[in-house]
Each structure stands twice: as structure tokens, then as C-alpha cells.
């Protein structure tokens, strides 16, 4: 039997999405992954190029897909990849193929420098391959009775709600350039802004008032999955999101980063409730520069008290021996070069340590280093890959 491991260059288009739509069950019409991810899997991308193979004589019996998705933090552009379509055929399991593709793709980004790496699924699963589920998220759940006794039974619309086509090069643009000043957005690829949107079968709401943009959110039914107002608009933002319900029809589940300070605060007292956890599962591959982009991301909206902090991890990217240090309020994380005099942490304890929304080891830290974590690491659902 002839058989190969490797990228996926000179696998064919057809031969490559006939096979994963198989394995997850799509029928390759109303569902596949052209339609959900169609920034990834149109026939122009070659998906097959960004992929893991396992090959059987001629046939894919395994692929596992890894795309780059630019990270902008504060200024600092962190290289990070997405892992998706992990697909084993039925008649080849059990033979190691997930984890021999996924070793080499995770031993990829450590040599091609990739400091972080995101995926969905179960936790155990992938914390063998150095994924847990860590980062920071609010979910906050906007129903009828709470617009109601906000703004009354018989409101009428203040923002005008357009689902957003194509076609709408205007609008698209207005997105682009609010999405692109904020202090996180991922970079995404020119001319392809509209199939990012409309990816994981969203729909894209721009919101006008006056005839003039207002800003945007992209909508899966009732779940928001991104959500931005004009700067302008900051005030309006609890009727934006009442003439957003509204429009849908739906109560709204709007998930946001915690570094949007500013939105949670008038959002949350109109909320019927609220939740904080995290995006997705992570892999963090560069201690140094994640967590010194997400300590700087932090230090926009929280006040961070003046410490020093030494640690080492022996991570899934090398062993780091690090100084995490504030002075004067201006984060900072260094290699020190040598062995730190702080406790030695193992991948998943680093990142949960620095990352997760709660672990209780962070109680043994210094008070200011309590303070700091945990870091607001963060990707949109829209970039998730």
C-alpha cells in the first residue's frame, strides 16, 4: 500500500471537498463547506495547499486543514493559524492518522513562528495536541420584555437595519474601516471581506440612521458574533442593539471581547443576564509575545498596579523563562535567558494560569499579579477557521 503524509498541494480541488463534506455529512447542496466557510473553501483559495493529508494509494483518508489569520493587538501583529476540517474517513480510524497530521501541523507552526493557534472541540481531545479552552468572552442575552421596559411596547425603529449584499462595496468598506480601528481585529484578506462575514452561515446587518452608517453586526439568527457601533453611535448603542432585535425578530445572544469596556457597561444594565467564558480552544506557541500584546490590550481599559513577576513554562513551543513586569502602568514581558526563580509551569498550566477565565491557582500569586490576570485573549468567531 502506497501511502503519504504531507500538505495537500497536488491533491485535486474536487477530490479533496468531496471527501470532507462526506465525512461531516454534508450533502454537498444545502450544506457544505464552500457555503460555510466560503472564505476559505471556494476553488480560488486551494484549500487542498493548506491542508494535512494522509493519502492511501491515490485516495485522502485523512485531512486536517491549518490557515493563517493575522492577528492585530494594540499595533502588534501576531501571527496565529486556525486548525479546522480535522477529517478521518470512517474506513481509516483508529490507525493514528489525526494525530500524526496535527503533530506535523502544530511542529509547523513552531518552526514557521506562529506565537498562537485556535481551534473548536472537545477540550480533551485536543489538550493532547497543547489546545485548551481559555481567553475571555461576555455573552449577554437581549430579549423583548427587557426593550420594553427600556423604550416601551410600541417603539418605533430609530436605526434602520439592511442585511448586507456583495454587491455593497460602500458598506463593506465602511465595516473594513471600523473593524480596522479597533485595538483587536484580525486582517482580513482584501476584496474577501464579504465572504469572512458571511462565513459560519451569518448574515451581516448594517445599521443607518439618517442614511448614515452607523455600524454593523454580524448575526447568526439571534447569536452576535461580532458587533460595532461608530464611535459617535457609543451612546445609542442599547437602541441600536433593541432596533437590531427587533429587526431580527429574536432574542439576541451578543458575544463580545472584554476589552470592549465601553459596550458592556451600557449594555449589561438592559440585559436580562450575562456570562463570562471563553471564545474557543487555543494554543498558545510564544508565551513572550502573546501575552505581552494581550497585557498591553488589557492595560487599555484597566488599571494595572506596578509589579514584577517570574516564571518559566515549558511549552508546546519551547521552554520560556519569562518576567512579566509593570512599571508606572506599562506592561512588559521578557525572556530573561536563564532559569527563573518563579515556579516552573507545564503548557496547559501556563495558559490557563495567564488565559483562562478562572483557575484557581492564580489565588497563590502576588496581589498585583491577581490584578493582571487573566490576560483578554481573544478571536472573533468570524475569523475562526
Known amino acids: 500500500m502506497a501511502l503519504y503524509f504531507g500538505k495537500g498541494t497536488d491533491v485535486p480541488y474536487g477530490d479533496y471537498i468531496d471527501f470532507i463534506n462526506y465525512v461531516f455529512g454534508f450533502d454537498g447542496h444545502s450544506h457544505d463547506f464552500v457555503k460555510l466557510l466560503p472564505k476559505l473553501y471556494r476553488p480560488e483559495h486551494d484549500p487542498a495547499a493548506s491542508n494535512y493529508v494522509a493519502v492511501e494509494d491515490g485516495r485522502i483518508r485523512a485531512a486536517i486543514g491549518a490557515y ?8 502588534t501583529v501576531l501571527r496565529t493559524r486556525g486548525i479546522g476540517n480535522v477529517a478521518v ?57 427587557n426593550a420594553r421596559y427600556r423604550f416601551g411596547s410600541g417603539r418605533k425603529p430609530e436605526f434602520e437595519f439592511r442585511i448586507v449584499g456583495s454587491d455593497d462595496a460602500v ?96 449594555l449589561m444594565p438592559l440585559c436580562e443576564g450575562y456570562y463570562l467564558t471563553y471564545p474557543c480552544m487555543f494554543s498558545v506557541l510564544d508565551f513572550r509575545a502573546v501575552s505581552e500584546a494581550f497585557m498591553r490590550l488589557k492595560a487599555t481599559y484597566a488599571g494595572l498596579p506596578d509589579g514584577e513577576l517570574s516564571l518559566s513554562v515549558d511549552g508546546r513551543g519551547g521552554r520560556e523563562d519569562l518576567t512579566f513586569r509593570v512599571i508606572g502602568g506599562n506592561p512588559s514581558v521578557v525572556r530573561t535567558g536563564s532559569a527563573s526563580s518563579g515556579p516552573v509551569l507545564g503548557h496547559i498550566e501556563a495558559m490557563n494560569l495567564i488565559f483562562a477565565p478562572y483557575c484557581p491557582a492564580r489565588e497563590a500569586l502576588p496581589s498585583f499579579a491577581r490584578l493582571w490576570f487573566p490576560l483578554p485573549l481573544f478571536m472573533y468567531h468570524t475569523d475562526g477557521v
Not at 493563517?68 to 499595533?75: E, K, N, Y
Not at 496535527?102 to 518552526?111: E, F, G, H, P, Q
Not at 481551534?119 to 420584555?145: E, H, P, T
Open 171 to 266: 458598506t463593506l468598506g465602511s465595516i473594513r474601516r471600523l473593524a480596522e480601528s479597533q485595538q483587536l481585529f484580525a486582517q482580513r484578506r482584501p476584496g474577501g471581506l464579504y465572504d469572512v462575514l458571511v462565513s459560519w452561515e451569518a448574515d451581516v446587518y448594517a445599521g443607518f440612521i439618517g442614511g448614515e452608517f452607523a455600524g454593523y453586526a454580524v448575526a447568526d439568527g439571534g447569536e452576535i458574533a461580532e458587533l460595532l457601533v461608530e464611535p459617535r453611535f457609543a451612546d445609542a448603542l442599547p437602541r441600536f442593539c433593541v432596533d437590531l432585535r427587533d429587526r431580527i425578530g429574536k432574542t439576541l445572544e451578543i458575544k463580545l471581547p472584554v476589552h470592549l469596556d465601553g459596550y458592556i457597561s451600557r
Open 68 to 75: 493563517d489569520v493575522p492577528l492585530s493587538v494594540c499595533g
Open 89 to 145: 474517513h470512517p474506513y481509516s480510524r483508529s490507525r493514528g492518522y489525526m494525530k500524526k497530521l496535527l503533530t506535523a501541523a502544530v511542529d509547523d507552526m513552531v518552526s514557521d513562528g506562529i506565537v498562537l493557534s485556535a481551534l473548536g472541540g472537545r477540550r480533551q481531545r485536543y489538550n493532547y495536541f497543547s489546545y485548551d479552552k481559555v481567553g475571555l468572552k461576555i455573552s449577554m442575552a437581549l430579549n423583548d420584555n
